[in-house]
């Protein structure tokens, strides 16, 4: 075993999950109740730390103090299990982001597979469990109901996420998020083609089924984040918190912040696929090839315009929550099922379509 | 009676939903702008700001006592404060006022006068019942404390919040 790659890849580990991920999603828990407050005319947390900047911290030491509750009645394995079982597959999908072109000869990526958005899926699906087993586990009525929909919910809206991303990769011919990127880089950004062979006939015509993806995606990603358009499974009125309602300190952060890091993951996958990623737009310092060597200052500039992209994308997610009113649950799941998964297919064999005519 | 109530004919773009989202973001994100480029204020910073100045004049705020011009103590320990108060707030322990005494012909004081903010309900029945004038609600609103026993105004301190306050009773004066 080579040590050099196993260095590196902890290196990578350590710094983009664990000392910026993870800060991302303290500050965008601090960033949605500053930007809710000014979206309701009011201040919103700015006592701790330089405009409340270190509230997180505060919330953080708040929630590691309570006392952590484990109810008699609940099934102890399993609701133990629940809370990490949703924060840790939001991490994991976060391996195969490429948050940057490369560094000292290293590509930002921790890991560099083939099969980029398909590992996303598979393991971000997997974050389901955590919310079936929070819901059942807990033994009472309103988690089970609450577990029972956000089930429904995520399983129903993966359909059309997944199909969403398909027109992407039958334009892309690729399934590296690495090689996506570049390719984004040097032929235009997939919703922004002004460069490159993106400028044509063919890329504008394409841009089309990939607006209609990018709507799809978007929409289905607020579904599976259970954020507010679509926020059936927690519901003061109906069912109380929902999953989590029988959880309490660091548990209830983990469902918390597992749900955040959700949404920056699928930022993240956002950016990487339709945004170009770490790319500059119109071509600026896009390097030779995905493999080849670029300056240490691009490489920083390459990460800064990631997490700017992602940052810009979270502030919309949170607009967007502020904005719209909740769905009823059947308009939820007539969306997802006769509106969404009917667009995304026709959206694929639209961009066939397109493909065919004009190869 | 039933009513009816009749559903909006939505053309076709208003059914896709975005141009509602759009609008709607126009809205929330004017107010953002609005309150994040500070064209708008709405909350007050507190302890750094205060409404103290425009208070209305009949605000009430803690119980006070007060001297009058000559410093003497306006409070004749009659405790129909005590009596009218309808949380028991206020405890009077009465004093005769010795005979070699300045104003020994006003006979009663309190000798000790005691207000638990606790209990006190700012009603200003007490201002309203007394016949000497001698306690007023003053515009103090922010009464904290850590203990119980902190949170109750002693003479000493009804008289520092209360200060000295000039005319209406003048049936005390040497004159008279």
Known sequence: MDWHIIIAASVKIVVFVFLVTLPLVAMSVWAERRVSAAIQDRVGPNRVGPAGLLQAVADGIKFLLKEDFTPDHVRKGYFWLAPALVMVPALMTSAVLPFGSSLFGEKMVIADLDVGPLFVFAVASLSVYGIVLAGWASNSKYPFLGGVRSTSQMISYEISLGLSVVPLIMIYGELNLSSIVQYQAENGWALLPLWGEGLSVKGFLLTIPVLISFIVFMTSMFAETNRLPFDLPECETELVAGYHTEYSSMKFALFFLGEYAAMIIGSGLAVTLFLGGWSLPFGWLTPESADAAVPWWHGLIHIGTFFAKVIALILFFIVIRWTLPRFRYDQLMRLGWVFFFEIALFNVVLTALLMWWLA | ?176
């Open chain 2, 1 to 176: 009676m039933a009513i009816v109530v009749k559903r909006p004919k939505l053309k076709w773009w208003e059914q896709l939903y975005i141009p509602g989202i759009i609008s709607g973001m126009r809205v929330t994100l004017g107010h953002f702008f609005k309150i994040v480029s500070g064209r708008k204020k709405v909350t007050m910073q507190y302890p750094e700001e205060k409404w103290d100045e425009s208070l209305p004049e009949h605000y009430r705020g803690a119980p006070a006592l007060v001297k009058d011009e000559q410093d003497r103590e306006r409070c004749v320990a009659c405790q129909l404060c005590e009596f009218i108060c309808p949380p028991r707030a206020i405890t009077i322990k009465p004093e005769e006022i010795p005979s070699d005494d300045k104003w020994a012909k006003v006979e009663k004081r309190p000798k000790a006068f005691d207000i638990d903010m606790i209990r006190c309900i700012y009603c200003g029945l007490c201002e309203e019942v007394c016949p000497e004038q001698a306690i007023y609600l003053r515009k103090d609103y922010a009464i904290t404390g850590t203990s119980r026993a902190e949170m109750v105004h002693d003479k000493k301190k009804l008289y520092e919040i209360g200060g000295v306050r000039v005319g209406l009773v003048n049936k005390w004066n040497e004159l008279k």
